[in-house]
């Protein structure tokens, strides 16, 4: 069994770090450097960039006044929905990423979560608890069929979704950790609520870091920061040693050695140098690193067979058409690509929006 495994819970260590560390200097600095509100809020940085707009006294935007007090509301609730949950289903409840990374920051507050992430034995059986206490469905069912968690649920009259777990969400062409290992390594949690655990420290960063990966590899500052703050203080030989247990050693240096450029003057590592630059100027990637952060991270996080099988595959739709779109069409996309090569995704998207109407 993987050394992180243990038949009783045991207790981490502290959660927050007494004073500010250069983690959080270099987090200022990135929020510094922006020159977007909006690519603030796409790396998930914007509740530190509104404290840190007062402490430097620049104007925070009401858009951001408006995410803090949502953020204050959700941290003030987490503890009383897991409450409700853990009364609902006796067996065990997990707790991964959100409150449980927020304890990490400075001020909880300023780490943004929509949700609350809850592995469990079988995630069927929990649902059915909940439903059963005054738990409601939230969204559509038919968006959760075969994912790593089922439909999300909501206390009456509370804005917090609970998504509970069969599996983490992990890298594409990597063995996911079996849920038995998973919750048989589990520790007592940071959020006072009693019978809610956590992930041992050490499984905890590899879960962010695969999370990151199976949504866009290197692809948000808050990922990182993120990751940062668990690993803060942590044994690298022994994060090592996790990552090869579970067979993600490339993909976990490569973010590592990344998170350690940003936020602890590491060596600059070649994914940040090949597709990850928009992380250091804390902006949204441009059309072009959002092509490239497709097609190069399977050569940084799987073997070269499985990296070429997934080039393949990603080649193959980006340059096949979109449904029955005419060829002339899709050449006509690809054109606007190369002409807006160096403009924020988001910016060009837009401009496509437009020509559409």
């Not at 960039?49 to 009401?62: I, M, Q, S, Y």
């Not at 390594?185 to 050490?202: D, H, M, N, Q, R």
């Not at 976990?252 to 940003?262: K, N, P, Q």
């Not at 690193?289 to 595959?313: D, T, V």
Request: glycine share 8%.
């Amino acid at each position: 069994m993987a050394s992180w495994a243990h038949n009783e819970p045991r207790r981490p260590g502290p959660v927050r770090p007494a004073a500010p560390t250069g983690l959080w200097e270099s987090v200022d600095a990135l929020i510094d450097r922006a020159t977007r509100v909006g690519d603030l809020r796409f790396h998930r940085l914007h509740l530190l960039a509104a404290e840190r707009f007062r402490e430097t006294g620049k104007l925070v935007p009401r858009d951001l006044r408006e995410a803090e007090r949502q953020a204050a509301i959700f941290t003030l609730v987490a503890p009383i929905v897991l409450q409700k949950a853990r009364e609902a289903y006796d067996r065990t409840m997990v707790l991964m990423k959100g409150p449980e990374i927020a304890c990490k920051y400075p001020d909880p507050m300023r780490r943004p979560f929509g949700d609350l992430d809850l592995l469990v034995p079988d995630a069927a059986e929990a649902q059915r608890a909940l439903l059963a206490a005054g738990f409601v469905p939230a969204g559509s069912p038919e968006r959760y069929r075969d994912l790593h968690h089922v439909q999300p649920l909501q206390w009456p009259g509370n804005p917090l979704n609970v998504e509970l777990h069969d599996r983490p969400k992990w890298i594409e062409g990597l063995p996911a950790p079996s849920r038995a290992q998973l919750l048989a390594g589990a520790v007592v949690g940071s959020t006072g609520v009693p019978g809610i655990l956590a992930l041992p420290p050490e499984l905890h960063a590899m879960a962010i870091a695969a999370h990151s990966w199976a949504h866009a590899p290197l692809g948000r500052l808050g990922h990182l920061v993120d990751l940062a703050a668990v690993t803060e203080g942590l044994d690298r030989a022994e994060l090592e040693r996790t990552a090869g247990e579970l067979d993600m050693r490339k993909a976990w240096r490569t973010t590592i050695g990344v998170t350690d450029a940003l936020f602890a003057d590491g060596p600059r590592p070649r994914a940040l140098r090949l597709w990850a630059r928009s992380l250091e100027a804390a902006r949204e990637r441009t059309v072009l690193e959002s092509h490239l952060g497709r097609w190069l991270p399977p050569w940084f996080a799987l073997s070269p067979g499985k990296a070429l099988r997934a080039n393949a595959f990603t080649l193959s739709r980006e340059l096949g058409r979109l449904g029955d779109e005419p060829w002339t069409q899709k050449l006509r996309r690809t054109a606007r690509a190369f002409r807006h090569a160096t403009r924020r995704l988001s910016d060009h998207q837009r401009t496509l929006g437009e020509e559409g109407r």
